[in-house]
């Protein structure tokens, strides 16, 4: 994730990802396929000199092939785009997942 957020225009320059949390509140209903990984959480992250931590909502699917031992793809998705970036400091609560995101990144091969 942090490297494709060095890489986005909204991303501070100075800013990191600290950690990527598992947050079982927001799993849909439906379970995953055999080859595909869901993943829905929180990402703790800062700007150094250190200035405060935040968290944001974090979303990825990651594409596995049969054996499980090839990446096919995957789709990582951070931040509510009707909230900011920003907004939510460490050990806030993220009450509603987002519609829209700030930023989504996808690939597949």
Same mark, same amino acid.
């Given at each position: 994730?942090?490297?494709?957020? *060095?890489?986005?225009?909204?991303?501070?320059?100075?800013?990191? /990802?600290?950690?990527?949390?598992?947050?079982?509140?927001?799993? !849909?209903?439906? !379970? %995953?396929?055999?080859?595909?990984?869901? @993943?829905?959480?929180?990402?703790? &992250? #800062?700007?150094?000199?250190? $200035?405060?931590? &935040?968290?944001?909502?974090? #979303? #990825?699917?990651?594409?596995? %092939? *049969?054996?499980?031992? +090839? @990446?096919?793809?995957?789709?990582?998705?951070?931040?509510? #785009?009707?909230?900011?970036?920003?907004?939510?400091?460490?050990?806030?609560? /993220? +009450? +509603? &997942? !987002?519609?829209? &995101?700030?930023?989504?990144?996808?690939? $597949?091969?």
């Amino acid at each position: 994730m942090q490297y494709r957020l *060095n890489d986005a225009d909204d991303w501070p320059a100075s800013g990191f /990802v600290d950690d990527i949390e598992d947050f079982v509140d927001f799993y !849909p209903e439906e !379970p %995953s396929t055999q080859d595909e990984l869901n @993943l829905q959480g929180l990402m703790d &992250w #800062a700007m150094e000199p250190a $200035s405060g931590q &935040w968290i944001e909502p974090f #979303a #990825a699917t990651i594409h596995l %092939s *049969n054996t499980g031992e +090839r @990446l096919l793809g995957y789709k990582m998705k951070c931040g509510d #785009a009707a909230r900011g970036l920003g907004k939510i400091t460490y050990g806030g609560r /993220v +009450r +509603r &997942w !987002p519609d829209k &995101w700030i930023f989504e990144f996808e690939i $597949s091969r």
